[in-house]
């Protein structure tokens, strides 16, 4: 449906209606604000797994691969503290610029009584073929970092070397990659340098150039006034209940409503080298009627855990999407146009009247993953959000047909994504086409976020494991079909996942994916779909000066289809992906066209694309060159 602000109004009041009813049955059942039943017309899970109906789509690598590391959360301190319950991300980056893509791991953390401390990342160089080296030693990278939870890598400061910014407790920090004067490359933490002061908690970064100057800025998702002491930006000490329980009588990780919402923080690239904190004067709404202007401060009443920035309504300007935890998810759309260019413009939350603040039921949902692509081939982003159990996984089909007012239907139950939820608490995602088929599909990592999951929709009463399956969905064209019995060793086995980036780490055209999970090791997941009867092209676009392409799109046209690709920054949970754009083709093997509608600019026709590689392209000089495979 499309949601309207009158529209959104009376879903609140079923909603409200139906709060009562779902509140009786959660008393019935024993559950809690972080556990509520299942949605109306919702399936039951694992429904349609199935035997296999093909070949395996990965293999599991990851032993032969040298990644050997765990995210380790700091449980054994039995704080029960709510920090241990979002885990850590995967950062996918070309750090040495070989054309290979490496892989940053945060560490986690753990406690020394209630004082908070992290664990070292880990960056492990590729070397090709599946074999990965530890170099965090060599590029200054073996340091405790905080206790870390998001990996965003990107040029912060154009000068052609991606860049690592790590968000956790109590602070930001972020990593130059600079000449080590030998040849190779090393991470300098530039943190105090540039100005990100960040002292909160904050879970997930995204980047992208809001106001057009080139420059990427940073959209930062803090989470809650947790803390053993301190106080918070609104003068309230920060909380660390004990008396939480799911079953009265079993101590748990308290429920996200226990925790006041932390402040969001946008940082605008002052383009000197520094960070400017902008998050008090960034929002900027215009009065309908006097068309006066009028600023103020991001939202601050959202549990933010997932972040993305990327262009929703086709207008060459990256909007900022969150996924907040049990809040409604914001939507920032930019309004550069209005106030010229170089100034920062992004306009009120529009999210509610856009239809992706809240359920197709007008309910908030526990929100944690995100992700971003045309899987209808329609042209427009379309965003999908991993909520908690018992919500369905939300997908937003963008029907925008307005630049000025985004619009989006909740397609979840017709698209076959309304198959999981029930006991799943799911966190990374992405919109890939792992097939080659034309149509992007989605895998969803699950894992439990508290100690003592107490009772099963499958089998009320009976405790459960936090550790749970992932799900692999194809998407066959008309819908999403689940693949998760072809999706190899890795999706029969439960896990207790959180972050996962998708890439194509050996450069054969087939996405690949490496998954973080909590207290287990990290698995690296090759992509082996047979693929011998379809085609791709990948492109790695570059814009003058180096500046940053957040809000860009490619379109590419075949004899027989059109393909729409975004670039974002920030994606999944706490995660970064290959930062190229990779399209399955089908059985096409012609490329016809290819326009790019490049962010804060015009749009470039580009000339010598070919099936069954990658490309370099240059903003400004529509040519194509093909990239050497390794």
Known sequence: ????????????????????????????????????????????????????????????????????????????????????????????????????????????????????????????????????????????LARPLQYSHGVSAFDYDNDGWVDLLVSGYSRLILFRNESDGRGGRRFVDVTARVGLNDT??????????????????????????????????????????????????????????????????????????????????????????????????????GRGIGVLMVDVNNDGRPDVYTANDTDDNFLYVNRADRYGRGAPAVT????????????????????????????????????????????????????????????????????????????????????????????????????????????????????????????????????FVVESARGGPYFEAPHNARGTATGDLDNDGRPDLVVCGQNEPVRVLRNVAPVEERRWVGLKLVGTSQRDLVGSRVVIETATARFTRFIKGGASYGSTDDPRLHFGLGSDDTIKACTIHWSHGPQEVVTGLKADGYFLIREGTAVATPIGIR
């Open 348 to 479: 009120e939350d529009i999210g509610m009247r856009a239809g992706v603040a809240v359920d197709g039921w007008g309910k908030q949902n526990g929100s944690m993953g995100l992700a971003v692509g045309d899987y209808d081939r329609s042209g427009r982003a379309s965003l999908l959000v991993t909520n908690y159990e018992r919500e369905l996984t939300a997908l937003y089909r963008n029907r925008t047909t307005d630049p000025a007012e985004p619009r989006f239907e909740y397609a979840t139950q017709g698209s076959g994504l309304g198959i999981l939820n029930g006991d799943h608490v799911s966190w990374g995602t992405c919109l890939v086409d792992f097939d080659l088929n034309g149509w992007e599909d989605t895998v969803i990592v699950n894992g439990h976020a508290i100690r003592h999951p107490h009772t099963s929709v499958k089998t009320p009463g009976v405790r459960r494991d936090r550790k749970q399956k992932p799900f692999l969905f194809l998407n066959n064209g008309t819908e």
């Open 200 to 301: 909160l908690w904050s879970t997930s970064t995204a980047w992208g150039d809001l106001n057009g100057d080139g420059l990427p800025d940073i959209y930062v998702c803090h989470y809650g006034n947790w803390g053993f002491s301190g106080t918070g930006p609104d003068g309230q000490p920060f909380r660390h209940p004990t008396d939480c329980k799911y079953d009265t009588r079993t101590r748990d990780v308290c429920q996200p409503k226990k925790f006041t919402p932390l402040p969001h923080t946008v940082y605008v690239n002052n383009g000197d080298g520094t960070f400017a904190d902008v998050s008090a004067s960034l929002v900027r709404r215009v009065d309908p009627e006097t068309h006066a202007v009028t600023v103020g401060r991001v939202r601050t009443d």
């Open 1 to 140: 449906m499309f949601s309207s602000t009158s529209g959104n109004d009376r879903m609140k009041i079923v909603s409200c209606v139906g709060a009562v009813v779902l509140t009786l049955l959660a008393v019935w059942l024993g559950v809690s604000e972080w556990t509520s039943p299942p949605e109306p017309g919702a399936q039951t899970p694992d429904a349609g797994s199935g035997a296999a109906a093909g070949p395996p789509i990965f293999e599991d690598v990851t032993d032969a691969s040298g990644i050997r590391f765990e995210y380790r959360n700091g449980e054994e301190a039995d704080h029960y503290a709510i920090i241990e319950t979002l885990g850590g991300g995967v950062a996918l980056l070309d750090y040495d610029n070989d054309g290979l893509l490496d892989v940053f791991l945060g560490g986690g953390g753990h406690f020394q009584g209630t004082t908070v401390l992290g664990h070292p990342g880990r960056l492990y160089r590729n070397l090709g073929n599946f074999r990965f080296q530890d170099v965090s030693e060599a590029v200054g």
